[in-house]
C-alpha cells in the first residue's frame, strides 16, 4: 500500500541538490557571454541535438505520447547524455521545471542519505500547482555505492506513480542489474567527427575565433567524439593564443603532437638504448608530457607501422601492461624504460 503523499505549494521552488558540473536546470537559457562555451552552446531542445538521432527519435516519441519510462543514459563523457535529459525536462514542464526537476550529481554525495533525504522527499510530495509526473535526473551514478543503488531500487519501485526518473553514467556495468532491469537503456556513441566539426564551425564563426584548418583537425582528433571537450579546449586556447594552429592546440592540452610520437617511435628503433631513454625523457621535460598521453599515441601509431604480425602483437601486449602498470601507480621512470626496451625486443624479433 502507497504511503500518503505530502503535498508541496511550492511552484518556483528551485532543483535541490549538488551539480558537480555547474548546471542548474532554472538557467540553461540564459545564455550570458561570461559563460564557459560548453554550457553557453549546450543544446536547448531535442532538434538541437547534432548527434544520437535514433536514441532522440525514439525520446520524441515517449514525450509526445506522454508514456516516458525510467531512463538510463550511459557512453563516454560529453556526448549529450545531460543535455538530452534537459531538454526533455524542458519540453515537458516549460515553466514549471523548477518545481518537476530535481538534478543531482550522484559523483559529489554517493551514500545512501541522499536517496533517503533529498530524492525520497523529492519523490514523495506533489505540487499542487502543477500536474503531471516529476523527473529525478541522477548524474553520474556510476559513482553511487552498492547500497545507495538498492535504496534506489526501492524508491523507484515505491513513486513510479507521480516520478520518472533518468539515471546517467559513464559506464552501465557499475549499475546493479536491479536498477538497470526498471529502466529504459540508451547507450550513447562518441559523437561522429563530422557532426563535431559542423558544431565547431559555427561556434568559431559567433565567437570570432582565428583558428587553422590544422588547427580544427588536431582539436577533432584529440576530442574522441566529446564535445564538451571540443568546446573547452577551443575556449582555452582562444584565450591564450592570437590564431589557433596544431601546435597551439597540443600545447593547450599537454598531448603529445603526430610529430613528438614520430620522433619518440624513431628514436626507440634507431638510437642506443641509453640514448633514446634520454632523448624522450628530454622531451617529455621540454613539453610537459605524461607517460600514459605517449603510450595512448603509441598505441594508435603501432598500427601504422609494417611490423611482422607478431612483432605487432608483442608491442601491443607491452603497451598494454605498462598502461595498466602506470594506472596502479608504478613510477614513470621504470614504465618509460620499459617502454624502450619492449621496442628494442620488438626490433630483435622482426629479424
Not at 545564455?31 to 548527434?51: A, F, T
Not at 525536462?89 to 559529489?108: F, H, T
Not at 551514500?111 to 514523495?124: C, M, P, Q
Request: net charge negative; proline share 4%.
Amino acid at each position: 500500500m502507497t504511503d500518503a503523499m505530502d503535498i508541496d505549494a511550492s511552484p518556483h521552488k528551485q532543483p535541490q541538490g549538488l551539480s558537480g558540473k555547474g548546471k542548474q536546470t532554472d538557467t540553461m537559457l540564459n545564455l550570458d557571454e561570461n559563460l564557459p562555451w560548453v554550457e553557453k552552446y549546450r543544446p536547448q531542445s531535442l532538434d538541437d541535438l547534432v548527434s544520437q538521432s535514433d536514441i532522440v527519435d525514439t525520446l520524441q516519441r515517449f514525450v509526445d505520447d506522454g508514456k516516458l519510462p525510467h531512463l538510463l543514459f550511459y557512453g563516454p563523457p560529453g556526448t549529450g547524455k545531460t543535455t538530452t535529459v534537459l531538454a526533455i525536462a524542458r519540453k515537458l514542464y516549460k515553466k514549471n521545471l523548477g518545481s518537476m526537476v530535481l538534478e543531482l550529481n550522484a559523483s559529489d554525495d554517493r551514500g545512501i542519505d541522499v536517496i533517503r533525504n533529498e530524492i525520497k522527499t523529492f519523490a514523495s510530495t506533489r505540487t499542487v500547482f502543477s500536474s503531471g509526473l516529476k523527473l529525478v535526473i541522477l548524474d553520474e551514478a556510476d559513482a553511487m555505492t552498492t547500497p545507495a543503488q538498492a535504496a534506489l531500487r526501492r524508491v523507484i519501485e515505491k513513486y513510479t506513480k507521480n516520478v520518472r526518473f533518468c539515471i546517467i553514467c559513464n559506464y552501465v556495468s557499475k549499475i546493479i542489474p536491479a536498477v538497470q532491469s526498471r529502466c529504459t537503456r540508451f547507450r550513447f556513441a562518441p559523437l561522429k567527427l563530422s557532426d563535431i566539426n559542423g558544431r565547431l564551425d559555427m561556434i568559431v564563426e559567433r565567437e570570432g575565433v582565428n583558428i587553422s584548418e590544422d588547427g580544427k583537425d588536431a582539436l577533432i582528433r584529440l576530442s574522441g567524439g566529446d564535445m564538451r571537450r571540443v568546446l573547452n579546449v577551443l575556449q582555452a586556447c582562444h584565450a591564450g593564443y592570437p590564431r589557433i594552429g596544431s601546435d597551439e592546440v597540443y600545447a593547450c592540452t599537454g598531448q603529445p603532437s603526430p610529430d613528438d610520437i614520430k620522433r619518440v617511435v624513431d628514436w626507440m628503433l634507431n638510437d642506443e638504448f641509453h640514448v633514446a631513454l634520454d632523448n624522450i625523457n628530454a622531451l617529455k621535460r621540454d613539453k610537459g608530457l605524461a607517460v600514459q598521453d605517449i603510450i595512448s599515441e603509441l598505441t594508435q601509431y603501432v598500427n601504422t607501422i609494417d611490423f611482422p604480425a607478431a612483432t605487432r602483437v608483442h608491442l601491443l601486449e607491452q603497451l598494454a601492461e605498462i598502461e595498466h602498470n602506470m594506472s596502479v601507480g608504478a613510477t614513470e621512470k621504470i614504465q618509460l624504460s620499459a617502454l624502450v626496451g619492449a621496442f628494442k625486443i620488438g626490433i630483435e624479433m622482426a629479424g
